[in-house]
């Protein structure tokens, strides 16, 4: 199956600042690319639908400001957390379908990136 | 909008066979997943169901019924390593996005 590389996959920072993660396919070319969240023992929150080349699409809840994505090319997907804060430590997880994807709907994840703000 | 059902934990014996049952309600639908996920890791791909009926994939198969809104999974002949969480996730409700269940956390035991 395809192939998203996600980096880096553990971050510790400190309270106010800002971490960025990035999200790449590596063997194959995402116009869209998918940004989920995943507390401790619950499911995964769709953050954001990130579209190459154009804004990304918020869910209901989450701050565009905040979260900032941005998907430059077609293998590259970025999502900074600014201004981070105890409340955003999370599991971030990046996902994205290629072409026979597009026909199914399957997704491929990223490894995830592990966020603990002190 | 969408709306996922699972059981949130099971337990079964190795060598056993376990069936988890998943229920949606949904606007729009265009495909169930199913997805396994070991703890601190990323999902990884199972099964796809877009018509009725039942999909096997060697110890893996998944059934749907659109009418019913209903889906399982079920495992064959348990190891160990099966012990994971897995998703059920629903595709519809417009655009390709996957929303996903709760989760039903499996333990397997000797």
């Known amino acids: 199956g395809a192939v998203v590389s996600q980096h880096p996959s553990r971050v510790i920072c400190k309270s106010g600042t800002s971490v960025k993660i990035e999200c790449r396919s590596l063997d194959f070319q995402a116009t869209t690319m998918f940004w989920y969240r995943q507390f401790p023992k619950q499911s995964l929150m769709l953050m954001a639908t990130s579209n190459e080349g154009s804004k990304a699409t918020y869910e209901q809840g989450v701050e565009k400001d905040k979260f900032l994505i941005n998907h430059a090319s077609l293998t590259l997907s970025t999502l900074t957390v600014t201004s981070a804060h105890p409340e955003d430590s999370s599991f971030y997880i990046c996902?994205?379908?290629?072409?026979?994807?597009?026909?199914?709907?399957?997704?491929?994840f990223g490894e995830g990136s592990r966020l603990t703000v002190l | 909008g969408q709306n996922i059902d699972q059981p949130t934990e099971m337990t079964a014996t190795e060598g056993a066979i376990v069936q988890i049952n998943c229920t949606y309600q949904t606007s729009g639908f265009n495909g169930l997943f199913w997805y396994q996920q070991h703890a601190g890791e990323a999902p990884t791909f199972l099964s796809y169901n877009v018509l009725d009926g039942l999909e096997e994939k060697g110890r893996f198969s998944s059934f749907l019924s659109r009418s019913k809104g209903y889906s399982y999974l079920l495992l064959k002949e348990l190891q160990m390593k099966d012990s994971a969480s897995y998703l059920c996730a629903l595709r519809g409700g417009g655009g390709n996005k996957l929303t996903f269940g709760t989760g039903t956390q499996l333990k397997v035991e000797l």
């Open positions: 996902s994205a379908r290629d072409l026979e994807g597009l026909r199914t709907g399957e997704l491929f």
